[in-house]
């Protein structure tokens, strides 16, 4: 089965009213396992919105989510949750790290809450830590770490869970471009370790081009 399937997805906001705007008008992707795919879309063209919908944060208002070839759609909200805290990574162009805690306990939190051990869940974030290439930074708050270290421990935390399916909103979005260029390896060679789906929204082409197909969207549909 496909990690994610999407067929027909259609989603308008404020429907009936003034700013009626029709964003998803019949979106269709298929992402099978190992599939690192490029997201390539202009400012409101609707990327978020569908990001969020594969993500099961929102619903379509027509069109199914299939996640490992179970429908989500028609699911309670409860088990949409579930199935999104065991399945999917998230990663935003901010890390979103607890400033509280380090970059270990960042990564060691999500785990603990998903019931495994301390030990493991520890001995797993710095296996992570170290393909990141960041091991020595573990005990660090957030706030003592570089933009591109903040945003590795947030593609570890994202990792911790072993998801399927990788869901990635301008993850290098933030730094400048050369620690822009090396944060994107190290998040490829992550990804690229696990076999894991990953759908990665990018403007930078260069970026694009690194990964297994470029999708563009655009006037709320998507093409190659
Ligand atoms: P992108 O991520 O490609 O910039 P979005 O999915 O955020 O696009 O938004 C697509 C369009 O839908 C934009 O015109 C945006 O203003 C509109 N939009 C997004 N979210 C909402 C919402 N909650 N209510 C109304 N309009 C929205
Ligand atoms: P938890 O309560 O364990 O943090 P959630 O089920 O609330 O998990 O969220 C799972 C993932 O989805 C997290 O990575 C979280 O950051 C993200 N998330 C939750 N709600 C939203 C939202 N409204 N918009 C964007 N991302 C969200």
């Given at each position: ?7 027909g997805?259609?989603?308008t906001y ?5 700013g ?5 008008r ?14 390539v ?7 978020s919105?569908?990001l ?5 944060l ?8 299939s996640?490992?070839?179970?429908d989500m759609t028609?699911?309670?909200?409860r ?10 990574g998230?990663?935003?162009q ?5 400033p509280?805690?380090?970059a ?18 520890e ?8 393909r ?11 706030a003592?770490l570089?933009?591109?270290?903040q945003?590795?421990v947030?593609?570890c935390?994202?990792l911790?869970n ?17 620690t ?9 060679e992550?990804?690229?370790?696990t ?9 930078n082409?260069e ?17 190659t």
């Amino acid at each position: 089965d496909p990690v994610l399937h999407l067929q027909g997805l259609q989603k308008t906001y404020n429907k009936g009213l003034p700013g009626e705007v029709q964003v998803l008008r019949g979106v269709d992707l298929t992402l099978h396992p190992g599939e690192v795919v490029a997201l390539v879309a202009p400012s409101g063209a609707g990327k978020s919105t569908m990001l969020h919908i594969a993500g099961l944060l929102d619903v379509p208002d027509a069109g199914t989510v299939s996640l490992g070839g179970q429908d989500m759609t028609g699911l309670s909200d409860r088990k949409r949750t579930a199935a999104r805290r065991s399945d999917i990574g998230f990663i935003y162009q901010f890390h979103h790290l607890l400033p509280e805690f380090s970059a270990l306990e960042n990564i060691v939190l999500p785990q603990l809450a998903a019931g495994i051990a301390r030990g493991t869940a520890e001995a797993r974030a710095r296996d992570l830590l170290t393909r990141v290439g960041i091991a020595p930074r573990a005990d660090h708050r957030p706030a003592a770490l570089s933009g591109g270290e903040q945003q590795r421990v947030a593609f570890c935390r994202a990792l911790a869970n072993q998801p399927r399916l990788l869901l990635a909103d301008e993850p290098t979005g933030n730094l400048d471009p050369e620690t822009s260029d090396q944060v994107f390896g190290a998040l490829m060679e992550l990804v690229r370790g696990t076999g894991l789906a990953a759908l990665i929204a990018t403007h930078n082409l260069e970026l694009a081009s690194r990964m297994d197909r470029v999708l563009r969207m655009d006037a709320g549909r998507l093409s190659t």
